[in-house]
């Protein structure tokens, strides 16, 4: 970013900067439409300046023309680059679905290498390497959607047509992440020091990682159904049901 050639605006006279203002005020006023729209055309080679959208048209005039120094000529060739670059990548777009499509996005190896990326060692089994040998409860949970959430009740944990009623935020966290960790029995600290202790642990590591394989896969996966479906198969392998 210190490599990008940016006008500083204090070296702008009064006259320019008010003349900046007034236009960009007069294209807030306006739809923001896609690049095509705003340039008048799809194709290169019939953009014209006058099919430019006015508004947008006199804000470029001054800061291509009267800031950057550009001639009409020069200006109408960045608008042609524009709409040729915008083009250029949507049609690259459009095209990635349909290879995915017939070739068959292996799914599996890019989880395995998602994986490879990250140390998960931190990452232990909940709640059983959190408690130890702790006095605790027993609850038997069903398989089913996971909701947690609080009400006039209280704080509670919904699974399935099951509903838990909890005696704070962190054991409604705890019974979570246990359900996560695929516990169809959870262990139940008497302690409810214990509990925070283990929720806090637990989620510090878990948090963390949850955020990194996220930015991780954005970074590298652009097709939002295949991220979605390999982030799931991640946590999968990782004996973690993300909800």
């Not at 202790?197 to 159904?225: C, F, M, P």
């Not at 999968?236 to 993300?242: A, N, R, S």
Request: proline share 3%; glycine share 6%.
């Amino acid at each position: 970013m210190e490599h990008l050639g940016i006008p500083n605006p204090s070296e702008l006279s009064k006259k320019i900067r008010a003349k900046l203002e007034n236009s960009f005020h007069k294209l807030s006023k306006t739809c923001c439409d896609s690049i095509f729209e705003e340039v008048g055309t799809k194709t290169p080679e019939e953009v014209s300046l006058d099919k430019v959208k006015p508004e947008r048209r006199e804000l470029d005039k001054i800061v291509m023309g009267e800031i950057l120094g550009l001639t009409e000529e020069e200006q109408l060739e960045v608008y042609k680059a524009v709409v040729d670059l915008v083009k250029s990548r949507l049609e690259k777009a459009e095209s990635v679905p349909r290879q995915a499509k017939r070739k068959g996005a292996n799914i599996d190896a890019l989880s395995e290498g998602i994986l490879r990326e990250f140390d998960i060692s931190e990452l232990k089994k909940f709640p059983d390497d959190y408690i130890g040998n702790e006095e605790c409860i027993e609850l038997e949970v069903p398989k089913g959607k996971l909701e947690v959430g609080s009400d006039l009740r209280g704080f509670f944990v919904k699974i399935g047509d099951a509903r838990f009623d909890c005696g704070s935020q962190e054991e409604a966290k705890y019974i979570e992440y246990a359900v996560m960790n695929g516990n169809a029995k959870v262990r139940i600290p008497k302690d409810e020091r214990k509990i925070k202790k283990a929720v806090e642990s637990y989620g510090s590591v878990y948090n963390k990682l949850k955020k990194d394989v996220s930015a991780y896969t954005r970074r590298t996966i652009q097709n939002n159904k295949l991220r979605e479906k390999v982030e799931s198969l991640v946590w999968e392998k990782m004996k973690i049901l993300v909800h």
